[in-house]
């Protein structure tokens, strides 16, 4: 199966099925048999497209004679591979582009429309300098939605609440492969000896400035067979979920639980700074997902996780829970600080930006009741929208007597992009290399 053929059958599954892009491509990669030069191509396909779909929409709707609404979902799928190739592919001949999207459509039984196909992208080369994009002057929201393909609302959600710069700042740090970033894991191995490893196998281990075991990797190839991996030597996890922990700040014998803990890289990077030591309770709503927590634990030889399955949306049920010294309630939200990550997100007709934040607050406030005096309580989200995070923050203050805001000390390479209180922390992605991430830290009052 080549490169194009896997980027169009895993660009069609997430279309129609709304599955996550990275478990589709590496699931139809794994599956096919290409070297590492063709991989390397069929990922920048998908991701390319999946990243700039508006924008390659509005470019496709210039040229074809037929609305793009009536065009079957596999023929709009291969004119957007086409486009994606002619516009920003500089290295793929623009005739390459055009041949194999109707090599494409033959193979797939859409002979009928490879006509249509051939026609539409020919056009678009032979006017590719003079395709009409929206003006900055005209409508700012237009422009920035159709230059870097994201949703008017999500556009106008960000520019009402960090502005123009930032939000801009947000969209162009969206395009491209994210850094593979990880967590050492020092209770197997120190950083230099890791490092020594994989250097051996030319891959390049960077530090995080100011995070102790936060690191960079570069040239790794298929992670999960790497010999340091399955040894566990070390989990793939996002600086920003680290400095969440850390600003958790689990001790060696503490009670710790984390709320929605599946696939479980904050319970691992919890467990690690205790040294193995003391109590990790990891709850998820389903158990499929608390298998992935247990077999991560397991790989990484950590053994003081325990699993419960329990809805963390729902009054807290399992009356066996400790009360605990650190709790971390890491909540289900929007996701929109990992659309670099899961492109497919932003394209979602319901975000849950206007309900998550009842839910978030209910299981913050629910599961706060299982803290010790003078225990802290960290909340955080992986979305960048005040409604779910900073609000969220400050309700709970106010309706929580029994709390007060702990302040948060960040590693010096940390920079915030916005005011805010001294226990709440908005990481944006283009300033600090992370996810868009939240982070909110309490403290129970004694």
Known sequence: MKARTIAFKALLRVEKDNSYSNIVIDSMIKKSSIDKKETAFATMLFYGVLERKLTLDYIISQFSKI?????????????????????????????????????????????????????????????????????????????????????????????????????????????????????????????????????????SLYEFDGLENAVFLENTGSIEDLDEYQNGYFHIQDISSQICCNILNPQPYETVIDVCAAPGGKSFTIAELMNNKGKVISMDLYRSRLNLVESGAKRLGLDIIKTICNDAAKDIVNGDLPLCDKLLCDVPCSGLGIIRRKAELKYKNDLG?????????????????????????????????????????????????DFSPFTIKLPKSIIRGIDEPCNQLTL???????????????????
Not at 354 to 364: F, G, R, S
Not at 428 to 446: E, M, Q, W, Y
Request: aromatic share 8%; with cysteine; charged share 25%.
């Open 353 to 401: 930006t206007d309900t998550l934040p009842d839910i978030q607050y209910k299981i913050l406030s629910n599961y706060s009741k299982l803290l010790k005096k003078d225990g802290i309580l960290v909340y955080s989200t992986c979305t960048l929208n005040p409604k779910e995070n900073n609000m969220v923050a400050d309700r709970f203050l106010s309706e929580n007597k």
């Open 67 to 203: 609305p793009l609404k009536k065009l079957q979902t596999e023929i709009l799928i291969i004119l957007r591979l086409g486009v994606y190739q002619i516009m920003y592919a500089d290295k793929i001949p623009d005739s390459a582009a055009v041949n194999e999207s109707v090599n494409l459509a033959k193979k797939n039984k859409l002979i009928s429309a490879s006509g249509f196909i051939n026609g539409v992208l020919r056009s678009i080369i032979r006017e590719k300098n003079n395709i009409i994009f929206p003006k900055t002057d005209n409508n700012i929201i237009e422009y920035l939605s159709i230059k870097y393909s994201c949703p008017v609302n999500i556009i106008k959600l960000w520019l009402s609440a960090y502005g123009r710069n930032i939000t801009e700042s947000i969209l162009d740090f969206s395009f491209g492969r994210a850094d593979i970033s990880a967590r050492v894991n020092n209770t197997k191995i120190d950083i230099n000896s890791l490092k020594q490893l994989l250097d051996n196998k030319n891959i």
């Open 428 to 446: 944006f992605p283009h300033l600090n290399r992370t996810d868009g991430f939240f982070v909110s830290a309490f403290i129970k009052n004694s």
